[in-house]
């Protein structure tokens, strides 16, 4: 709640700015260019089932850091009250988390790296100059997993965002966002390798990221 209730206070002070615009309406494809600061937290579970009764770890990770992301789309006229703005997002880099079971002397490192996003985002109009939008996403990472146990290699989620869109001069605009993409869990099981992960135990994690991000874009 605390997350939602910073993203739209965010998200209403970025939109006073945009009564300043005085530029051409925005439509047609686009490229874009943004930077976020972002907030990853990570729910994690080892489960160890040899011993009785069963031994369960749990912990919570957390990083913060600054991305770019790149992307390319479709807006619709901002001559109407109500529009859309359809594209794909892709975020380059990679971020990594090592869990230590307690009856193992292995660890399992989990790294995601290459995200992207595919979106839909219904827009009001507010001028012909600036729109407030809502978006949702579905979202892949790649994940390499090192150590004892099965190998998973993406995982999936879903981004909900709010956001504006403020026309800056005849082809260019600013875009303003805050938001959270909340991926599928993980699951990994030990192989039982010698001086590693016991086939009894399973690791889990819940991934979740959120961020404010500010993006510049040509439209064609």
Known sequence: MK??????????????????S????????????????????LDGKVIETATTPNETSTGQVGKTAVTTSYGLG???????????????????GSASIKSKTTQDTGSVTFEISD??????????????????????????????????????????????????IMSWGSNLYIRTEAGMTEYDSLKVTGL??????????????????HYGKIAIGYKF
Request: glycine residues 8%; charged residues 15%; without cysteine.
């Open 192 to 209: 039982g390798t010698a001086n590693g992960v016991a086939t009894t135990t399973t690791v889990t994690a819940d991934p979740t990221i």
């Open 3 to 20: 997350t939602i209730k910073s993203a739209l206070f965010a998200v209403a002070a970025l939109l006073a700015l945009t009564t300043a």
């Open 115 to 164: 995200s992207f996003d595919y979106y839909i985002a219904p827009m009001i109009n507010m001028t012909e100059d600036s729109s407030l939008f809502l978006k949702i996403g579905y979202a892949e990472s790649d994940v390499n997993i090192t150590g004892d146990v099965t190998k998973i290699s993406k995982m999936e989620g879903t981004t909900v965002a709010l956001g504006t």
């Open 22 to 41: 005085s530029a051409a309406s925005l439509n047609g494809v686009y490229l874009e260019v943004g930077t976020s600061a972002i907030g990853s937290e």
């Open 74 to 92: 479709y807006m619709t006229d901002r001559s109407n009250k109500m529009g859309l703005d359809v594209g794909y997002m892709f975020n380059p």
